[in-house]
């Protein structure tokens, strides 16, 4: 059978424009003799909230967008994700996802609300074929569907750190049933969700082939009976198929070894490579900023690992002709974080520009001298130089239309460690779902080719240089024990007592515990965060909600 597997970038909500992508990954399935097209869970939807007109809008336009494509296939089939909606026994609406099939023949009425791994059967001419919605429970679910020639499985999920257990899963499956799998993941972001794309096909053999993270319209198109006889006879060099592998995450120093030596024990699984999580940070930029047609980002460079990393990020998504760093210096700012920062931007080839915040700063504390009269300077000065840099962010912002990138990280959001309408502005959170070490390691690994993030940024001890000699250690523990108790807190979970048999030590525990929790309210005013791990901040499911805006 000649099948393809789409990922077409997607808006949720926007039926028109994901129709259109459809249309066009269909044209070049049927241009190559495609029997079956494969599109992911709601393909035209995508994940949404809503009120109830607003829901019953969409699946009008969804079932007109649907009967407009049938038109358009001919003979070949297509097997969609589609979303229904019921009312509940107390009156309110639930959102369900089904399994939609354009011109192929289902074995029996696919019922509306398809429960997660559960198998149903539709035939392709004469060939039957599995179907089910992933889940990460797949591979406990019996196979209701043992003389299928090939199996389909649909999704949307978000990307994560632990991204490589699917592929594992996937490929024991096929192992195990000794079938071929047509994997249909969403590409692109959902919200501030970067999703899974890599949509593949994966041969009982372990090998596939995949379309990668990114969204596109061209389809991974593949016949099963020569791959089979392909894998069967001839070599891997033979196969048009790539082999799949594996890596461990390395642990790139010790502030992301706990985190690792932690993910492998309680999980018994290997997180992502540092390439793989710039990849999918680099999609998630692009894709956000496409998503809300904006081109343009300015940022603050603070001769810091954060920054430093999130403009190498922005740069790669964006091109350095549309990313504009600016140095805010102060008193208490080195003279090496300037020249690390002016040496950062030469290195991306992005453009910067100067503005000492001391002026603004000075006439801030006149306006309130007043007020505090004469009580000692305290964190409340350090917070109007944070606020001023935000001032005179949003000022650019505004006049040059470019949109203010948040360079705050996971460890510092957990904690507190950040000012309120300061460093927490901007309209995207960057490497809000990184802990520090994992920031670290990337910024090596950006740097395994040539030089992008200036040596002395990695090595030099963070600070946020609000008063002399400041450094990140004097409020908070070393971010390698800090991270591992955020870990074991935030992703797993744990209760504080458990820390210290984890190496935490319990008066750290009882500090880290507190301080999560205090800041929980801070944690609120934080800008969307670019969501890649299990259990990031803020709303973690990447459904959009239907606000009246221009989709409807």
Same mark, same amino acid.
């Given at each position: 059978?000649?099948?393809?597997?789409?990922?077409?970038?997607?808006?949720?909500?926007?039926?028109?424009?994901?129709?259109?992508?459809?249309?066009?990954?269909?044209?070049?399935?049927?241009?190559?003799?495609?029997?079956?097209?494969?599109?992911?869970?709601?393909?035209?939807?995508?994940?949404?909230?809503?009120?109830?007109?607003?829901?019953?809008?969409?699946?009008?336009?969804?079932?007109?967008?649907?009967?407009?494509?049938?038109?358009?296939?001919?003979?070949?089939?297509?097997?969609?994700?589609?979303?229904?909606?019921?009312?509940?026994?107390?009156?309110?609406?639930?959102?369900?996802?089904?399994?939609?099939?354009?011109?192929?023949?289902?074995?029996?009425?696919?019922?509306?609300?398809?429960?997660?791994?559960?198998?149903?059967?539709?035939?392709?001419?004469?060939?039957?074929?599995?179907?089910?919605?992933?889940?990460?429970?797949?591979?406990?679910?019996?196979?209701?569907?043992?003389?299928?020639?090939?199996?389909?499985?649909?999704?949307?999920?978000?990307?994560?750190?632990?991204?490589?257990?699917?592929?594992?899963?996937?490929?024991?499956?096929?192992?195990?049933?000794?079938?071929?799998?047509?994997?249909?993941?969403?590409?692109?972001?959902?919200?501030?969700?970067?999703?899974?794309?890599?949509?593949?096909?994966?041969?009982?053999?372990?090998?596939?082939?995949?379309?990668?993270?990114?969204?596109?319209?061209?389809?991974?198109?593949?016949?099963?009976?020569?791959?089979?006889?392909?894998?069967?006879?001839?070599?891997?060099?033979?196969?048009?198929?790539?082999?799949?592998?594996?890596?461990?995450?390395?642990?790139?120093?010790?502030?992301?070894?706990?985190?690792?030596?932690?993910?492998?024990?309680?999980?018994?699984?290997?997180?992502?490579?540092?390439?793989?999580?710039?990849?999918?940070?680099?999609?998630?930029?692009?894709?956000?900023?496409?998503?809300?047609?904006?081109?343009?980002?300015?940022?603050?460079?603070?001769?810091?690992?954060?920054?430093?990393?999130?403009?190498?990020?922005?740069?790669?998504?964006?091109?350095?002709?549309?990313?504009?760093?600016?140095?805010?210096?102060?008193?208490?700012?080195?003279?090496?974080?300037? $020249?690390? =920062? %002016?040496? &950062?931007?030469?290195? /991306? !080839?992005?453009? *910067?520009?100067?503005? +000492?915040?001391?002026?603004?700063?000075?006439?801030?504390?006149?306006?309130?001298?007043?007020?505090?009269?004469?009580?000692?300077?305290?964190?409340?000065?350090?917070?109007?130089?944070?606020?001023?840099?935000?001032?005179?962010?949003?000022?650019?912002?505004?006049?040059?239309?470019?949109?203010?990138?948040?360079?705050?990280?996971?460890?510092?959001?957990?904690?507190?460690?950040?000012?309120?309408?300061?460093?927490?502005?901007?309209?995207?959170?960057?490497?809000?779902?990184?802990?520090?070490?994992?920031?670290?390691?990337?910024?090596?690994?950006?740097?395994?080719?040539?030089?992008?993030?200036?040596?002395?940024?990695?090595?030099?001890?963070?600070?946020?240089?609000?008063?002399?000699?400041?450094?990140?250690?004097?409020?908070?523990?070393?971010?390698?024990?800090? $991270?591992? =108790? %955020?870990? &074991?807190?935030?992703? /797993? !979970?744990?209760? *504080?007592?458990?820390? +210290?048999?984890?190496?935490?030590?319990?008066?750290?525990?009882?500090?880290?515990?507190?301080?999560?929790?205090?800041?929980?309210?801070?944690?609120?005013?934080?800008?969307?965060?670019?969501?890649?791990?299990?259990?990031?901040?803020?709303?973690?499911?990447?459904?959009?909600?239907?606000?009246?805006?221009?989709?409807?």
């Amino acid at each position: 059978m000649r099948i393809g597997v789409a990922q077409p970038r997607h808006k949720p909500g926007d039926v028109e424009f994901n129709r259109l992508q459809m249309l066009e990954a269909a044209n070049l399935a049927q241009e190559n003799g495609c029997e079956l097209l494969i599109f992911p869970r709601r393909a035209l939807t995508g994940r949404i909230t809503g009120s109830e007109p607003q829901l019953h809008k969409l699946m009008e336009m969804q079932e007109q967008a649907l009967l407009w494509l049938s038109e358009y296939l001919g003979t070949m089939a297509v097997c969609l994700g589609t979303m229904g909606i019921r009312k509940q026994g107390n009156g309110e609406l639930s959102i369900n996802d089904c399994i939609t099939l354009l011109n192929g023949r289902p074995e029996e009425d696919l019922p509306p609300a398809q429960p997660y791994g559960v198998w149903q059967g539709f035939y392709v001419g004469e060939k039957k074929v599995g179907v089910c919605l992933y889940n990460h429970a797949l591979l406990g679910k019996e196979l209701s569907t043992p003389e299928a020639e090939l199996l389909v499985v649909l999704t949307e999920d978000g990307w994560t750190t632990s991204y490589p257990t699917v592929w594992a899963k996937l490929s024991a499956l096929a192992t195990t049933a000794k079938k071929t799998i047509a994997f249909a993941s969403g590409a692109g972001i959902a919200g501030s969700r970067v999703l899974m794309g890599n949509s593949s096909i994966l041969l009982p053999t372990g090998r596939f082939q995949t379309l990668g993270l990114s969204p596109s319209t061209t389809p991974l198109i593949l016949d099963t009976e020569d791959l089979q006889r392909s894998d069967s006879e001839g070599s891997e060099n033979d196969s048009p198929l790539n082999s799949s592998t594996i890596q461990p995450l390395p642990t790139n120093g010790e502030d992301s070894a706990p985190l690792a030596q932690e993910s492998a024990a309680h999980h018994g699984q290997e997180d992502a490579q540092p390439q793989h999580l710039v990849e999918a940070l680099e999609v998630g930029i692009r894709e956000w900023f496409y998503s809300n047609r904006l081109t343009r980002a300015v940022l603050g460079l603070s001769g810091g690992i954060d920054s430093a990393l999130v403009a190498a990020l922005a740069q790669r998504a964006l091109g350095a002709e549309n990313v504009l760093g600016v140095l805010l210096p102060s008193r208490y700012t080195s003279q090496q974080s300037v $020249d690390d =920062a %002016l040496q &950062l931007a030469q290195n /991306l !080839g992005i453009e *910067t520009k100067t503005i +000492p915040i001391d002026p603004v700063c000075k006439q801030a504390e006149q306006a309130l001298s007043p007020i505090f009269g004469a009580m000692p300077a305290d964190t409340t000065e350090e917070n109007i130089q944070a606020r001023a840099r935000a001032l005179l962010l949003m000022g650019i912002s505004n006049k040059l239309g470019h949109v203010l990138l948040n360079t705050s990280n996971k460890s510092e959001a957990a904690v507190g460690y950040s000012t309120m309408y300061g460093d927490m502005c901007g309209v995207l959170a960057v490497i809000g779902d990184l802990y520090k070490g994992q920031i670290y390691a990337l910024a090596r690994w950006l740097n395994m080719e040539k030089t992008v993030i200036p040596e002395q940024i990695i090595n030099r001890p963070p600070t946020a240089e609000l008063r002399p000699d400041q450094t990140d250690q004097d409020s908070l523990p070393p971010y390698s024990v800090l $991270d591992h =108790a %955020l870990y &074991l807190l935030v992703d /797993l !979970g744990l209760p *504080t007592a458990q820390l +210290p048999e984890h190496g935490i030590p319990q008066e750290t525990a009882e500090q880290v515990q507190k301080l999560v929790r205090q800041s929980a309210y801070k944690r609120e005013q934080m800008p969307p965060i670019l969501k890649i791990s299990n259990n990031p901040f803020g709303k973690a499911n990447g459904e959009i909600d239907l606000k009246g805006g221009w989709v409807l």
